[in-house]
């Protein structure tokens, strides 16, 4: 059985993943990913040495914790897969954006441990700041255990649910107009002939 176990395996579970195993919070061996990208798994899998499935089922049943991390589009689909197969002393972890603990608590039926988190787009290198929120049936060491997962990527701040779409905002989707700016300075730098 996977203490973690991904499902989705796209740019923000590899930033997820790769933290995880180069700051040794957890080792690859105890790490699972399924995406419907058999390639893409197959890529994290030859970079951070972690276990892959063809099936998100199989990380369902098999993982201590399940982190989503699908874009919200497809997660009610996901959790009509895998709702089945999910036992109550399970720990499920969205990165979904837009999808409450109410909501995801509903499409599970109400009967699974809840925490909503949103890493940000400097998880890639080590620096992202994450803030995480837990529907009320999760206990302080189940949260302490996500802010220990994600302290592997960053920075965590537990916040109420009422700020999440504040902190999207200002930390999630903002910084990478910034960063599309600074870009364009450094572009225009260059085209002007700097180095």
């Known amino acids: ?64 914790i399940i982190l989503l991390c699908v874009k919200p589009n497809i997660l009610n689909e996901v959790i009509a897969e895998i709702r089945p197969h999910i036992k109550e002393e399970q720990l499920i972890i969205s990165i979904a954006a837009g999808w409450t603990l109410a909501q995801l608590q509903g499409a599970f039926g109400g009967k699974a441990r809840i925490v909503r988190v949103m890493p940000n787009t400097p998880a890639l290198v080590n620096a992202a700041m994450t803030a995480i929120c837990a529907a009320e049936d999760v206990s302080e060491a189940d949260i302490r255990a996500v802010a220990e997962i994600f302290g592997a990527i960053g920075r965590t701040q537990i916040l109420p649910e009422r700020l999440f779409d504040a902190f999207i905002g200002v930390a999630g989707s903002s910084p990478a107009y910034a960063f599309i700016f600074i870009d364009a300075l450094a572009d225009a730098g260059v085209k002007y002939g700097l180095n």
């Open 1 to 64: 059985m996977a203490k973690l176990g991904f499902i989705g395996a796209g740019n923000m579970a590899a930033a997820i993943v790769g933290g995880i195993v180069k700051n040794g919070a957890f080792a690859a061996a105890e790490i699972a990913i399924s995406d419907v990208d058999v390639n893409r798994c197959e890529e994290i899998r030859g970079e951070y040495g972690v276990n892959i499935s063809a099936e998100n089922i199989c990380i369902a049943r098999n993982s201590e």
